[in-house]
């Protein structure tokens, strides 16, 4: 018996779980529907789609992402930070049509003069999280295109910020002179040879003077010298980047309790071996799992 | 009366100059001849193109640059570092045809476990700037699509690196989400509006805690929370990448002699105002002025 429905909605991908009243996944559904894919006016049929033969259950439909952005089905302003469970369940934004189907707004932060911040998504991660280890302190740390880190005291999302990692990696890769230096691993070399050598190098690399504008220059100078070969820039590039990434964003956020990494893909991997080459204890939570429990938890708050 | 010939001949443009006796320029040539232009076999006929009726005088010509590298005419390998102006007048390489043209070699600095790095070109304008201001010691900024730090000590280069601050720009301005955000600057608005509150705004933020890969994404946020107009995002970009450029290179070089800014096109403009902002005394040269000089030097030297 489904009991409630819940969707994570992003740019480029739809995830659905049909849930049994103790949260138990009946069913899954996950479709290249992102936001960005969805014309005007094509969510209702992408929602179909997605979950339809779901609805008859007549259960309660909780989404998060960038379904409720300005560009998805139906804005969800941002809720203010810090954000408590019972401020997201208050905030969320009912849809006229069907109406069993309520959107989880995401967080922004930043006032006038202010550091300015956001995300969408996220947020509901963090709480699943929270909840799946039973703590109410934590950093939170989700890799990607653009990375968030999220810090939580007492239960409530009390600051977070955005790297942009993940896209400085492709975009400097496909477009910069460092990927005319890249020969794409032979197989066998394996790329997601997360704790290679060197990924491990660019990891040092990041600890170093210079900052990123000379480290990301290092990816030449070291492969024009044979000190990189060319099947290897890519790992490199990529222990720099995360490298920089996790020293730096801790010290911007100031959090003091344990990293939580929330894993999707085989992104996390990389950033497992690099909290353990720079001996930061971080701990690996699986994404569908937090996913799941996060939507729950804003949906029976909201139920309260 | 021309008594010697200096090229400068770069990746993308080559620069020459018909000079007196006793330096002074009689006669300048610039052409979109630069190495990456040219095919193998094509160097002849682009020197003659551009110097050819000089040549009648048998004056010695001297040239810097890419066309020393292993893409150029010839290759004229790195000099080890430090280098002074002996050794690069020494480890010049001398063309078959015509002899009377030498090319002045790169300096590479690092052995086996070392930090890397190249330049080609910059060396010799570091010498002429040194001699124009009549100094032994100074940190060098050559700002660029790779910018060059070159720390000088008793006339000798001894240290250097590089940060590719602008092909980061360049790219992220073309092939991010932050290109989206940009609005071209209306007539009147005008970009290189150097010192503008964009500008400045970005290089306050480079002080900040979080690192490159935030301060990047910060120029997402503060343009979706309109503290940064469409038509500001570029010189926000431009002033967070300067920004981290000039508080970290010389963190990595330990230079504490006179920054000198070697200036060519509108960009070191840009660079004064953030020197400026930031209260770090750096003084402005000529490009021309210093490379004419520098390309002097060496071959004086090598004539000793």
Same mark, same amino acid.
């Given at each position: 018996?489904?009991?409630?429905?819940?969707?994570?909605?992003?740019?480029?991908?739809?995830?659905?779980?049909?849930?049994?009243?103790?949260?138990?996944?009946?069913?899954?559904?996950?479709?290249?529907?992102?936001?960005?894919?969805?014309?005007?006016? /094509?969510?209702?049929?992408?929602?179909?789609?997605?979950?339809?033969?779901?609805?008859?259950?007549?259960?309660?439909?909780?989404?998060?992402?960038?379904? %409720?952005?300005?560009?998805?089905?139906?804005?969800?302003?941002?809720?203010?930070?810090?954000?408590?469970?019972?401020?997201?369940?208050?905030?969320?934004?009912?849809?006229?049509?069907?109406?069993?189907?309520?959107?989880?707004?995401?967080?922004?932060? %930043?006032?006038?003069?202010?550091?300015?911040?956001?995300?969408?998504?996220?947020?509901?991660?963090?709480?699943?999280?929270?909840?799946?280890?039973?703590?109410?302190?934590?950093?939170?740390?989700?890799?990607? *295109?653009?990375?968030?880190?999220?810090?939580?005291?007492?239960?409530?999302?009390?600051?977070?910020?955005?790297?942009?990692?993940? !896209?400085?990696?492709?975009?400097?890769?496909?477009?910069?002179?460092?990927?005319?230096?890249?020969?794409?691993?032979?197989?066998?070399?394996?790329? /997601?040879?997360?704790?290679?050598?060197?990924?491990?190098?660019?990891?040092?690399?990041?600890?170093?003077?210079?900052?990123?504008?000379?480290?990301?220059?290092?990816?030449?100078? !070291?492969?024009?010298?044979? !000190?990189?070969?060319? !099947?290897?820039?890519?790992?490199?590039?990529?222990?720099?980047?995360?490298?920089?990434?996790?020293?730096?964003?801790?010290?911007?956020?100031?959090?003091?309790?344990?990293?939580?990494?929330?894993?999707?893909?085989?992104?996390?991997?990389?950033?497992?071996?690099?909290?353990?080459?720079?001996?930061?204890?971080?701990?690996?939570?699986?994404?569908? *799992?937090? *996913?799941?429990?996060?939507? /729950?938890?804003?949906?029976?708050?909201?139920?309260?």
């Amino acid at each position: 018996m489904i009991a409630t429905i819940r969707l994570d909605w992003g740019t480029t991908n739809a995830r659905a779980w049909a849930c049994a009243a103790d949260g138990r996944v009946l069913d899954r559904r996950h479709a290249a529907l992102g936001i960005r894919n969805i014309g005007t006016g /094509g969510f209702r049929a992408a929602f179909d789609r997605l979950v339809g033969d779901w609805l008859a259950s007549g259960a309660p439909v909780v989404m998060s992402g960038m379904v %409720g952005s300005r560009q998805g089905w139906m804005e969800a302003p941002y809720a203010g930070c810090p954000a408590g469970l019972a401020s997201l369940a208050q905030a969320m934004v009912r849809l006229p049509e069907p109406e069993t189907v309520l959107i989880v707004p995401g967080v922004g932060r %930043g006032g006038p003069g202010e550091r300015h911040d956001v995300m969408r998504g996220e947020e509901v991660q963090c709480f699943g999280a929270l909840a799946q280890e039973g703590i109410e302190d934590a950093l939170v740390c989700l890799p990607g *295109t653009h990375s968030k880190w999220v810090s939580m005291r007492g239960g409530a999302i009390v600051d977070f910020a955005s790297a942009m990692t993940g !896209e400085v990696f492709e975009v400097m890769s496909r477009h910069s002179i460092l990927g005319a230096l890249m020969r794409e691993p032979a197989p066998g070399h394996g790329p /997601g040879q997360a704790g290679g050598a060197a990924f491990r190098r660019g990891l040092d690399r990041s600890g170093e003077a210079g900052g990123l504008l000379n480290h990301l220059f290092s990816a030449r100078a !070291e492969a024009l010298f044979g !000190e990189i070969a060319p !099947e290897d820039v890519r790992d490199y590039l990529s222990g720099v980047l995360i490298g920089h990434e996790i020293r730096e964003m801790p010290q911007l956020l100031g959090g003091s309790g344990d990293i939580l990494v929330i894993a999707d893909g085989p992104l996390p991997e990389r950033y497992r071996h690099a909290f353990g080459h720079l001996g930061i204890p971080a701990r690996l939570l699986d994404a569908e *799992t937090v *996913t799941v429990a996060g939507l /729950g938890l804003v949906l029976e708050r909201a139920n309260h």
